[in-house]
């Protein structure tokens, strides 16, 4: 939940970043209003404006570029668990509102890129492109967060998946878990990974550890056939 406060704060920061490309505050608010609902609805609990104002100050540390502001604003701006092109979809969103503000055709497909980054297909190699491992990272610095925000965190994408059955859950995610550990670097720049990287580690490993065991006490449960 964002506070009043930090809601008005948020437009205002949006309202300035569309300034940047020439775009009246009148016209931006109608843009901020329809981004808001996206992160407002119903079966959302991580994908929310928290995340978005989470990654915008993480992202301002890494890269200050207005062309990143616009993707972490549009990166999750379509978001439906069932589906595996959000990102695309999150992307040609960001197209149709920003043409249709009168940004610049290579403002506009930059930032679509960016977007599309965040589908994070990587495997850990760093893009080419210093924005988008600037992205990258602020997407996921919530890995290498406190242990009782990550956990929140988790928690919050369990319920996104809540029409996952809990085996399947637990199987998909210790998938998921696994990939990420597997990487020589969870994060690109340098500050990230002295800051986060062994925590996001130690937070991945946790999560894993409970998911095996409830793994494991499915199993021990199950009667044999």
Known sequence: MVSPERLDGLQRGFARLLETYGVAA?????????????????????????????VLRVAGRLAQSPAVALAVWFHDAVYAPTRSDNEDRSADLAVRELTALGLDPATVTAVAALVRATAHLGAGEPPADAEARALLDADLAILGAAPARYDRYAADI?????????????????????RFLARPRLYFDARMVLEGDGLARANLAAERGRLVAELAADSAESPAL
């Open 26 to 54: 009148a016209d931006a608010y109608p843009l901020f209003d329809r981004l808001v609902a996206a992160h407002a609805e119903p079966h959302r609990h991580y994908h929310t404006l928290e995340h978005v104002g989470e």
């Open 158 to 178: 369990r319920r996104e998946y809540a029409h996952v059955p809990g085996v399947q859950y637990a199987r998909g995610r210790v998938a998921v878990l696994d």
